[in-house]
């Protein structure tokens, strides 16, 4: 059986480098939350934090930034349903994270979160400011709970394909 557990920035950033397929540690974090196996083991990290979108960063609005677990079936779902009562239990009214589109984001659905919209995949090399893609640059889908705006609306302020 799995556990919620808090969990030091050091611990969460070390599992985070060693788990996450495609990111390191996030810059900044409201708070982490851990999930450990019947053995004691930790399994899971989820980071939450302000938005990196800056349009979206209202004071009312969350993000999941890194969420990463070694397989343990459930982790992911416990992790995301955990992130939501805790920003809720702060006054939060929406949270939000990111996922590749070639992920099934049954972990999101399970625990209750909502498909929101897609944002295109992009690289930021470009000839003026040359750069070595450190992330996948595919398309991803964003996914939240809570209180959100239209598309059309959500389009306007971020400057993404909102479904």
């Not at 390191?24 to 990196?52: C, E, K, N, T």
């Not at 470009?126 to 609306?153: F, I, L, V």
């Amino acid at each position: 059986m799995l556990e919620l557990r808090p969990i030091t920035r050091d611990v969460a950033d070390d599992f985070v480098r060693a788990h996450h397929r495609h990111h390191g540690i996030p810059v900044g974090a409201l708070w982490r939350q851990a999930v450990h196996d019947d053995a004691g083991r930790l399994v899971g990290v989820a980071v939450s934090g302000r938005p990196v979108a800056r349009a979206l960063d209202d004071g009312l609005t969350v993000e999941v930034t890194r969420l990463c677990t070694d397989g343990a079936p459930n982790a992911c779902s416990m992790l995301y349903a955990a992130a939501r009562r805790a920003a809720e239990s702060k006054g939060y009214r929406r949270g939000l994270t990111y996922i590749l589109a070639s992920e099934s984001g049954a972990s999101l659905r399970a625990s209750g979160w909502k498909f929101l919209w897609s944002v295109r995949g992009r690289s930021w090399n470009c000839p003026s400011r040359p750069r070595t893609d450190k992330h996948p640059t595919e398309d991803k889908q964003a996914w939240g709970w809570g209180a959100w705006a239209s598309g059309a609306e959500l389009n306007a302020q971020e400057g993404g394909s909102h479904g």
